[in-house]
């Protein structure tokens, strides 16, 4: 089945403990980014990548890390989580020419 | 700053009507435009998408798209309950890079009342 998978899906922590969200697609697709959704101000940006080792900023990334060593995984970190990071966040990809965009099932995170 | 207007709502319609979501877009380089269904606390799924001028209809949805007026629309006929959910409008420039970006708006609650 095709899928975009999350780890994992609830989390909280507390403010400065270093944190990984994996994701992983099964679709061999080249373009993959980060979301956090946030009451009043929708799906923002945080981060994407067009294909391995290839990753820029989107309207949103500080705070966060990303790395894309193989194609099929593009891993948020948070070096130092601050409650402001407090979120639902969402990885998505999609194929590098193609339209559509799959979404993971989403990982809310809370830090205090 | 590229930017999707959408009407936060809520937009409440009773059963069988027509829904009609609302989205303008300030990007006039933007050259596919999507609609996304979001139940609470879900992710979104892309129910419409839309790249040339005037209306795309499956099922009970038409997408309408006006590039001269940067306006783009989603028409529910016959709405259902399960139709109650957000609906994301969002746009996409053309070429590569960060073109390859989708900007989304705020999105639009819909409740269809039974």
């Known amino acids: 089945e095709a899928q975009v998978t999350q780890n994992p899906r609830y989390l909280i922590t507390v403010t400065g403990k270093k944190l990984t969200v994996t994701c992983s697609q099964n679709m061999n697709h080249e373009y993959m980014s980060w979301y956090r959704q946030d009451p009043g101000l929708g799906l923002r940006q945080i981060y994407y990548?067009?294909?391995?080792?290839?990753?820029d900023k989107g309207d949103v990334p500080e705070g966060y890390k990303v790395s894309r060593k193989e194609k099929r995984n593009f891993p948020l970190i948070l070096e130092s989580p601050s409650p402001n990071q407090t979120s639902l966040y969402f990885c998505?990809?999609?194929?590098?020419?193609?339209?559509?965009?799959?979404f993971g099932p989403g990982t809310r995170l809370t830090v205090t | 700053q590229k930017e999707v207007e959408q009407n936060s709502g809520p937009l409440s319609v009773p059963e069988g009507a027509i829904a009609s979501l609302n989205c303008t877009y300030s990007?006039?380089?933007?050259?596919?435009f999507f609609w996304y269904r979001q139940y609470s606390g879900k992710s979104p799924e892309l129910i419409m998408s839309?790249?040339?001028?005037g209306d795309k209809e499956d099922g009970r949805f038409t997408a309408q798209l006006n590039k001269a007026s940067q306006y783009v629309s989603l028409l529910i006929r016959d709405s259902q309950p399960s139709d109650s959910a957000t609906y994301l409008c969002?746009?996409?420039?053309?070429?590569?890079?960060?073109?390859?970006?989708?900007?989304f708006g705020k999105g639009t609650l819909l409740t269809v009342n039974p």
């Open positions: 839309i790249y040339s001028n």
């Open positions: 969002a746009s996409q420039g053309r070429g590569g890079g960060s073109n390859y970006k989708l900007t």
């Open positions: 990007d006039r380089g933007s050259q596919s």
């Open positions: 998505a990809s999609r194929p590098g020419t193609a339209v559509e965009q799959y």
């Open positions: 990548s067009m294909n391995v080792e290839v990753t």
